[in-house]
């Protein structure tokens, strides 16, 4: 049985930063995909960044939305199966809850976990 849990977010001014951290337990068998996901009040849950592992990448593949390119940066321990968001620059529109979503395979699909979401709230 496999858990997902996010921890690192908070309240924080526009401009400042956090760092989201989740950790996959329960499970011997590496995640291939971890990534975030986010979703505002009355708006629908969007992809933020993503690492895909990789040999001879530490933190894998990454890939990130438009709107958080130059100011988020993921990275991961796969000897843990933990991923970071490192939130840099942050601005209102950022607020949301933050979710992971970590995949045995090589893309996302219904059979992926998900962690309970955290809270980031970012004020003008």
């Known amino acids: 049985q496999v858990q997902v849990v996010e921890s690192g977010g908070g309240l924080v001014q526009a401009g400042g930063s956090l760092r989201l951290s989740c950790a996959a337990s329960?499970?011997?068998?590496?995640?291939?995909?971890m990534g975030w996901f986010r979703q505002a009040p009355g708006k629908e849950r969007e992809f933020v960044a993503k690492?895909?592992?990789?040999?001879?990448?530490?933190?894998?593949?990454?890939a990130y939305a438009d709107s958080v390119k130059g100011r988020f940066t993921i990275s991961r321990d796969n000897a843990k199966n933990t991923v970071y968001l490192q939130m840099n620059n942050l601005k209102p529109e950022d607020t949301a809850v933050y979710y992971c979503?970590?995949?045995?395979?090589?893309?996302?699909?219904?059979?992926?976990?998900w962690g309970q979401g955290t809270q980031v709230t970012v004020s003008s």
């Open positions: 329960g499970s011997t068998f590496r995640m291939v995909i």
């Open positions: 690492s895909t592992w990789n040999d001879g990448r530490n933190d894998g593949t990454t």
């Open positions: 979503r970590a995949s045995k395979n090589g893309v996302y699909g219904p059979y992926d976990y």
